[in-house]
């Protein structure tokens, strides 16, 4: 297995005023051709730190893929550190400086020294070329291993990877082949997940790994298989995804790439169903995890977020001795939402919410996270109870994906 | 100057599956606190690999932050690996085991060996109590460094973090005093609010630093003071404040922690005036923007997410001729939106979004990013065209904070 890691350069990142989105995205890419990412190391734009770095990487990997620390200012140091690091010193390149001077003169920018110095590269690099910014990339090979050293711009490091970058890498190591499955579940705990799969997972061949991935009420569950011959990986994996789906079926919602309101949002397409949501304690919440993907419309009619009282008996029609006796937080009046919803906005389905999100609005008998939601169709209006922690955004976040799940089920499950 | 390292431990983290904000977060709050970060790594969740990295941090750092590999499966094996590094063993921790029957009685849940399991610790360990989950954390002490142990879940560990490690490092190894003032700023870029302020920002001591934190239209500009006189550092931080609010008042939403929709909230309230929202390309996440905020109900009468032309008509009583001839992404739309949202829900204050949010919906006139906000009160209904850009999820931001600033002016920009 070729192994790489990933170095990025920049005081930015270890002040937190950046996240680190380049790591996240070249261990992506690696892992889609079969390398291996063993560690993410960021340093700052200091001498000392960036050549113990690339030191204990190349003691460790056999790819060293670099970001950062490229830009024409003072405390952009990488390229005079890998000088140092490999015993060299720059010289202007020449293609480099053509390419460079075109992209200033394309946009009509005036050239300084410091912007022709971006053309001045390690003597012992391999040019390539960045026709995003003004930062080459470069390549080095040494005792068998390669390094790369790109811009830390994503755009910019993200044109390198896919121009250039990834396909030397193929050729160079002549990778094995690695693949995933993501099954994902939800409506069950880790533990129990665990416990459902316990001799599946003991059963598992040496060469697939499983991983537990939980949030927010939800588990993904990760198999991993690698090994040279990609047909039987391939193979191996689909007979391992079919002994398990038997045993869990029922909080499989999708896989791979799947979110849960886009394989609900299909499941209700599918059905050529539409929903309309009348929403307390998730505020909005809901609406916006259907509808910050794009194609919602075909299925969301829209949503009431009903904060008030007032709102909740004028315009959704609850009755006010519904809440009056009942309280706005009671299985009486989140069924009159979610069916009255339906009726308001000519939807198949209505579903509602209600709660005691927190960290206020507790009573004796209604601790935070006393949560209700309900589902009405044609056929039934019905209510669950949940009892969720203290963290208000939490949830907010669990009671969205708990009804969301209850509409998947109500749906037969799974898009085919 | 006391230096930490952070150790991220997760496949998933080098597989790229998921982003590594929690590096983020903590070089952040350990910044605040006069704590320099001078490395990030992450590696995998294999024993090996986790101590060569706790064996290479602590021959460069003071603390060593550590996050993940707590969980009750058999993938997680941090704790197990802690013992190695400290050549001790686990016994379980009563007061641990207390508290993790609670939070799985306080939900009604069964509780599993493995789940036990999650109360035995290192015994060397000083046992930091999480209540947000399952998996405690952990503070170790050796040759006068200190090694903290964190669940990976982020809202676990930043309730770790704020309950317990900030002031137990703080304390131990009695960092010299920091202190920030963050200066919220919102409806002006980054570039031209230095030029606004570029004389100030040039005479400023040197013991007192500036930062520009710009995200989704708006700017934070972080002020940071640092020394031995805690006195004369507040005070010296407050002074040169009070000379910069004059340059840019009507582009200060808040201070420090203030969030945009909270700010607006308590200016609503201030004024004791209500308010309704009709989204459209926004789809719940400016309602959600207010109620993910405890104490919100004060002020927002609700939302209503017209999804569909049908709602629009149907219930916001929109007129057809109008989104007939102008289409639903216009002014006259958006005006009758706020204007009826107000009317309907008998709010002080309207407001509509409608607009194209990407990537698809597109047409000749109105590219993706055409967006229409309307404001309405008793005295006047206006609306508002913006051209955004191509990422839906930015632009439903970018709209929110947009009109969010539009209603704070209105309200007379600033709660006293």
Redesign the interface.
């Known amino acids: 297995m070729i192994k790489a890691e990933i170095l990025?350069i920049g005081d930015e990142?270890?002040?937190?005023?950046?996240?680190?989105?380049n790591?996240?995205?070249?261990?992506?890419?690696?892992?889609k051709i079969g390398i291996?990412?063993?560690?993410?190391?960021?340093?700052?734009d200091a001498e000392e730190?960036i050549l113990e770095a690339l030191q204990?990487a190349q003691n460790r990997a056999d790819a060293i893929l670099i970001t950062g620390g490229l830009g024409p200012t003072k405390d952009d140091i990488t390229k005079k550190t890998l000088c140092k690091f490999f015993n060299t010193q720059l010289v202007r390149h020449l293609e480099a400086l053509r390419v460079v001077t075109e992209f200033f003169e394309s946009r009509g920018r005036e050239m300084l020294e410091i912007n022709r110095q971006q053309a001045d590269l390690p003597e012992n690099a391999t040019y390539i070329p960045n026709l995003k910014g003004t930062a080459p990339g470069m390549w080095f090979e040494k005792n068998g291993k390669v390094f790369v050293s790109m811009p830390g711009v994503p755009h910019e490091m993200q044109f390198l990877m896919q121009s250039y970058v990834l396909e030397h890498l193929q050729q160079f190591f002549k990778t094995p082949f690695i693949a995933?499955k993501?099954i994902k579940t939800v409506g069950i705990?880790?533990?129990?997940l665990?416990?459902e799969i316990e001799e599946w997972?003991n059963n598992l061949p040496s060469h697939i790994k499983?991983?537990?991935?939980?949030?927010f009420g939800m588990v993904r569950l990760?198999l991993?298989g690698s090994g040279t011959d990609k047909e039987q990986i391939l193979k191996d994996i689909e007979a391992e995804t079919q002994k398990l789906l038997p045993l869990i079926d029922k909080y499989v919602y999708g896989f791979d790439d799947d979110d849960l309101a886009i394989a609900v949002g299909k499941l209700l397409k599918s059905k050529n169903k539409t929903i309309a949501?009348a929403?307390s304690c998730?505020?909005?919440?809901?609406?916006?995890s259907?509808?910050?993907h794009?194609?919602?419309?075909e299925y969301?009619?829209?949503?009431?977020?009903?904060?008030?009282n007032?709102?909740k008996i004028?315009?959704l029609g609850v009755k006010a001795e519904t809440i009056e006796k009942y309280g706005a937080v009671s299985e009486q009046t989140v069924l009159e939402m979610a069916y009255n919803i339906r009726k308001?906005?000519?939807a198949d389905i209505g579903v509602a919410t209600s709660g005691i999100?927190?960290?206020?609005?507790a009573t004796p008998n209604k601790p935070v996270g006393t949560i209700w939601v309900a589902y009405s169709d044609e056929n039934e209006t019905k209510a669950k109870l949940y009892?969720?922690?203290?963290?208000?955004?939490?949830n907010?976040q669990v009671t969205t994906n708990l009804l969301l799940d209850w509409i998947r089920r109500k749906q037969g499950g799974r898009a085919k």
Do not use: C
């Open positions: 990025n990142l270890l002040y937190g005023q950046v996240t680190n989105t790591a996240q995205w070249l261990s992506t890419e690696l892992d291996r990412v063993i560690r993410h190391t960021v340093v700052p730190a204990e995933h993501m705990g880790e533990s129990y665990a416990k997972e499983l991983a537990y991935l939980p949030s990760r991993t949501l929403e998730t505020g909005g919440f809901l609406a916006h259907f509808t910050q794009a194609g919602s419309s969301l009619k829209g949503s009431l977020v009903a904060y008030s007032d709102i004028n315009i308001m906005f000519g999100a927190g960290p206020g609005g009892q969720l922690g203290n963290d208000r955004m939490v907010i």
